[in-house]
């Protein structure tokens, strides 16, 4: 583990190095709204980028329930070495990677909504799919579409935001979008863990009741 850590810190301080070698234009000045409860209106629950904001506030929630205990999951309860475990985390990557052009040019053509109602459902159930086989060929594919799918979402909830915010408020309204979802993911993950050594075993493995949760 010493030389994988590492590795990644060299990796972590040679993208470091790339990042200081580039340039920014200065920011244009932009004429903030008065009033903090009008600009805040701006991004509120009542505007579009508000309830998407919202929507993936309680996504993430539902997703980090379980987010954490994949891992355990398949290290611990099914006994996978660390090289199966691996691959299925990079099919993951892998999908993201090789889906990403097929979603713009869906966004492209049917529109930032379109794909995000498509690929919602599927996000959802991404924790439900790890009940359905422990065998390690299963878990790859079952990765793969996890990778796809929330590749189809970030990119078209993102362009949703970016293009649903005017330039005053266009900062503001990614960054409460960015809170809205990390902050779900650590509630999730608090409540995972919370519950974990406490839902019923209704499954071979306890953690398996978990994912259920999550995805329901």
Not at 108 to 133: A, E, F, K
Request: with cysteine; aromatic share 14%.
């Amino acid at each position: 583990f010493v030389g994988v850590f590492l590795l990644a810190c060299v990796a972590r301080l040679v993208s470091a190095f790339m990042f200081s070698r580039m340039m920014e234009p200065p920011p244009k000045e932009t004429q903030r709204q008065k009033g903090d409860s009008r600009w805040y209106g701006k991004i509120g629950w009542q505007s579009p980028a508000g309830r998407l904001t919202t929507y993936v506030g309680f996504l993430y929630f539902g997703v980090g329930v379980a987010g954490p205990f994949f891992a355990i999951y398949a290290l611990r309860d099914l006994g996978y070495p660390y090289l199966t475990y691996i691959a299925i985390n990079v099919a993951s990557s892998i999908a993201t990677v090789a889906t990403l052009p097929l979603w713009g040019g869906l966004v492209d053509r049917r529109g930032n909504l379109w794909v995000l109602r498509i690929v919602s459902l599927g996000v959802s159930i991404v924790p439900m799919l790890w009940l359905v086989s422990p065998l390690s060929w299963y878990l790859v594919l079952m990765n793969v579409f996890a990778g796809a799918v929330w590749a189809g979402f970030n990119l078209a909830a993102l362009n949703f935001i970016i293009g649903s915010s005017d330039e005053n408020t266009r900062v503001a309204t990614i960054s409460y979008f960015r809170a809205s979802g990390a902050l779900g993911a650590f509630a999730g993950a608090v409540v995972g863990g919370a519950i974990a050594t406490h839902v019923p075993r209704i499954f071979p493995y306890q953690l398996m009741t978990l994912f259920l949760l999550s995805g329901m």
